[in-house]
């Protein structure tokens, strides 16, 4: 598959911007894509098309390179938000179409559903860490099952666990365990809130673990 991403900041700016449009009008039907995940997103676009739009005509070398900075943080976040998020099942040929991006290989289907569980513990690293060690539930072994591309972290800091995974503001994919999660000197003594998945190389998530906390050091 060619890149289809557009490398001109005017081509890009278009492409991201009619991205964002269409996700404003279906984020709500689109429930595999976390709060998280989707705010991360705007902010990353936000950010380059602001730029974008005052670039002047004659251009500072200092302008440039925080043009081409903003353009490249864009880009990865949208390469990954694409191949987790967009190029989902959930969402149809004529959707990706209609964002600029090529429609999934429908043909090959493995992997359509994730029944595989994860299974974590939380343990003490050093001040303003934790770590998330998870494997598959009900076996001793660490990696993660075949075919699938990590375990899907989310946390919360509050006091009480949160009601839906919308409180919880925390989000990455973690293709390794243990996995090390850092905090802001000024969270330590608080409590996190943790939940696992599954997702799979065509970005189905599995079942949600049972929640677990413990207070940052």
Known sequence: MSDYIPQNADQFA???KNIHAILDKNITRWTHIPRSAYEEFQNAQNNFRDIQEEF?????RAQTTKRNEAQKVATSNMRYFIKFYLRNPVITDDELVSMGIPPIDRVKTPHTEVKEEVDFNIHIKSTNNI???FKQSGTQNKAKPNGYSGAVIIWAITDTEPETNDGYTGHILATKTPHTIEFDTHESGKRVWVRACWQNARGILGR?????NSIIP
């Open 56 to 60: 002047p005509a004659d251009p500072t």
């Open 14 to 16: 278009a492409f991201s």
């Open 131 to 133: 770590i998330i060690d």
């Open 208 to 212: 949600w673990s049972e929640a677990k």
